[in-house]
Every structure is written in C-alpha cells, then in structure tokens.
C-alpha cells in the first residue's frame, strides 16, 4: 500500500510537469491553446490512472502554478476558473471510472464525457462569479462559446489521445483494465 502511494505521488508529480510543459506546444498562442486545451490532457490521465484522489488536487493547482510560473494563462479570472473546471474533470473522471463495475474503454469514454460536460459547467459557474465580483457580465453566448465551441479541436483531441494512451498502457500490463470474474480481456477493451 505505501508502495502504491509513492508509485501515484510520483506519477502525478509527473502529470504535473506535463501539464506546466505542454502548453508550450501551443507556442503560448492564447487562441491556439483555447482550441486544444494542452493542460487538460495530463489532468484526465492523472486522474484515470492515479485516482481522483491524487489528480483532483493536481489539476487545480495545476493552471494556477502554471499562471504564476509563466504568466499564462491569465491568474484572474483565467486560471481561477480554470482550476474549479480541471478540478472537477479530475473529480468526476476518476470517480466513475474508479467506480465502474469494469474499467474498459467504454467506461473509460463515459467517465470522460460526464466529466466534460461537469467541468464545462463549472467553469461557467466559475466565471459568473469572478466576473460578477470585477462587474463583468457573463453572457450564455460567451459560456457556450468558451465551453463548447472554440473547445471542439481540443474535446476531439482528449477523446482521442486519452483513451489510446490507457489502451497501450493497458496492453502492456502498466495500467490494465480491470474486469469482473470470467471476462477475457477481449470483452474488456470493446
């Protein structure tokens, strides 16, 4: 059990440095970075692999460390907001497929969608708020296209990435599917 506990500790310390790092693949283009959604990417392997328990609190400190270490993005209400939204991807993410009666990559896109959708209405929630403290409207047109349309490039792009990364590590025993008495490992990954 203490074994396991620095085995996480030190991936997701790991997840943590991919997630300050990866951003720069986007060249810091703050329009480019809003499409694909780097950080995001680390947050939902962390949270599938180590648990919600180690990526909950990694993915909201997360966009904060990263915005007082570089600048980007910006800490208010950017990054604030940002850490409620990774927070909650890494909550849900990790809770339901924690909670799956089998971990496959039907369970593992089920997690990931309810997570997006939880997240995506966090950060509005987040954003009414601290822009209501600075006296800012939040507008619902402004909501949907922070949330889901500029997001399309970066949603495609972690249900895509996200699920092939479990897959592989799943296929070399890293991180395998977990499955119930009398499954072959077949039925598991459809």
Aim: glycine residues 8%; proline residues 6%; charged residues 10%.
């Amino acid at each position: 059990m203490k074994n396991k506990n620095i085995i996480n500790l030190t991936l997701t310390a790991m997840f943590l440095a991919i997630g300050l790092v990866l951003p720069f693949l986007t060249g810091q283009i703050q329009q480019i970075g809003n499409m694909l959604l780097p950080m995001h990417i680390p947050v939902f392997l962390c949270a599938l692999i180590c648990g919600w328990r180690y990526g909950a609190p990694m993915a909201f400190v997360l966009p904060i460390m990263r915005s007082m270490l570089f600048g980007m993005p910006p800490l208010y209400p950017t990054a604030i907001s940002m850490a409620f939204e990774l927070a909650t991807y890494a909550l849900v993410a990790g809770l339901l497929y924690e909670k799956s009666r089998w971990q496959c990559t039907r369970a593992l896109y089920r997690s990931m969608l309810a997570a997006m959708v939880a997240g995506r209405i966090v950060w509005g929630i987040a954003q009414v708020i601290l822009l209501g403290i600075k006296g800012t409207a939040f507008t619902f047109e402004a909501f949907l296209a922070g949330a889901f349309l500029n997001a399309i490039p970066g949603i495609i792009l972690q249900l895509m990435l996200v699920p092939a990364v479990m897959v592989a590590l799943n296929k070399t025993k890293l991180v395998p599917f977990k499955k119930p008495a009398g499954q072959t490992q077949e039925a598991v990954e459809a």
